[in-house]
Structure formats: structure tokens, C-alpha cells
């Protein structure tokens, strides 16, 4: 149950770009995380006012992810992997992509309706 942040320069990306994007990123989650294909929650964001570290182009693009503690350093590697190379044929640059985990555990999830996270059964396995 990721949730997804994409932050972009505004004027960078074509409305086919930013939605190939969320594609993209979905399935490196599906894949790398087990998670199922219908669990999705992304917001891409354009900002005028975003800076960005010195060398890096148009297509910067950084992508944080908040989800449930409990991952392997392998799955999250391999999820690294996935990301960067699902976007690469949009035309964002290995290089260009910067991504930041932030693992919470279930305890700090109120999901469906409010319950904490950690007293459902998710559907999936976090522990990959």
C-alpha cells in the first residue's frame, strides 16, 4: 500500500509523459514489491519553484515513496532498479532520478476507515 509522490519542473513532461510515468512507477512497485495491481496511490506534482542539484536537466525527477517498514535491502534495490529502468524509455535519464523511501511501520497507518494497519490482514506479504 505505497503512496507515491513524483515531483517534476513544471512544463517538463507532455500529459502522455506524466501518465506513462505513474505507469511506469506502479509497475516497478507491482513487480519489485508483490504488491496487488489495484493497490494505487500517486500524486504527480509540477512546481515552477523546484530546484534542483547542479547538472541535472529538465527531466529531474524525484520520486518519494512512503510504505510499509519490513522490505528487504535486495527488494528494495531491485525496486531502485525497476523504477529507473521503466523510465528510461519516457526520456528521463538513469541519472535524472532521484528516489527516497520512507518505510513506516503498520502501526503509523490508518487504512480503511481508520484502522491501524498493523490489526489487517493486507492481502500481500510486506516481509519480501
Known amino acids: ?21 505513474l505507469n511506469a512507477v506502479h ?5 519489485a514489491l508483490k504488491i496487488p495491481n489495484h493497490d494505487r496511490t500517486q500524486v504527480l506534482g509540477e512546481y515552477e519553484d523546484f530546484e ?4 541535472k536537466g529538465e527531466k529531474y525527477t524525484l520520486i518519494e515513496i512512503s510504505m510499509f517498514s519490513g522490505r528487504s535491502k535486495e527488494t528494495k534495490r531491485a525496486l531502485f532498479g525497476k523504477i529507473v529502468e521503466n523510465l ?5 535519464p538513469p541519472l535524472e532520478v532521484f528516489i527516497v523511501l520512507n518505510e513506516q511501520p503498520r502501526d503509523n497507518w490508518g487504512i480503511r476507515g481508520g484502522r491501524q494497519a498493523s490489526d489487517l490482514d493486507l492481502g500481500f506479504k510486506v516481509d519480501v
Open 1 to 21: 500500500m505505497p503512496v507515491v509522490r513524483i515531483s517534476v519542473r513544471k512544463g517538463s513532461f507532455s500529459p502522455r509523459e506524466k501518465n506513462e510515468m
Open 27 to 31: 509497475c516497478a512497485l507491482v513487480e
Open 52 to 55: 534542483i542539484p547542479p547538472g
Open 88 to 92: 528510461e524509455p519516457i526520456g528521463i
